[in-house]
């Protein structure tokens, strides 16, 4: 059973900065493309970040692109989401997610594409 747990997520003044954690079990977990999702009350889901199952291909948000990074630690089961330069705009639930086929070659960037998903952490900017 694949489980995904999120955390790191709290409340912090704009400008400031905070790292998400995605702890997987269940799975191989360097076999498989991880995703970064966020969603702000009466918002669809939105793709935040995606790294490649071998972490070697990332891809960001227009909106977070020189902000946020995405990176994982396929010994520790871990993916990580450092933001940086946090805007009250990025106030979310964020969500971890994970794709079923291993090696997936194309990039993910729809909530379609993923198959499992976490509990969300709040994130919370204050201006």
């Known amino acids: 059973q694949v489980q995904l747990v999120e955390s790191g997520g709290g409340l912090v003044q704009a400008g400031g900065s905070l790292r998400l954690s995605c702890a997987a079990s269940?799975?191989?977990?360097?076999?498989?493309?991880m995703g970064w999702f966020r969603q702000a009350p009466g918002k669809e889901r939105e793709f935040v970040a995606t790294?490649?199952?071998?972490?070697?291909?990332?891809y960001n948000a227009d909106s977070v692109k020189g902000r946020f990074t995405i990176s994982k630690d396929n010994a520790k089961n871990t993916v990580y989401l450092q933001m940086n330069s946090l805007k009250p705009e990025d106030t979310a639930v964020y969500y971890c997610?994970?794709?079923?086929?291993?090696?997936?070659?194309?990039?993910?960037?729809?909530?379609?594409?993923?198959?499992?998903w976490g509990q969300g952490t709040q994130v919370t900017v204050s201006s």
């Open positions: 790294i490649s199952w071998n972490g070697i291909r990332t």
């Open positions: 269940g799975r191989t977990f360097s076999s498989f493309t």
């Open positions: 997610a994970s794709v079923a086929a291993p090696y997936r070659v194309r990039v993910a960037t729809t909530p379609d594409e993923y198959d499992y």
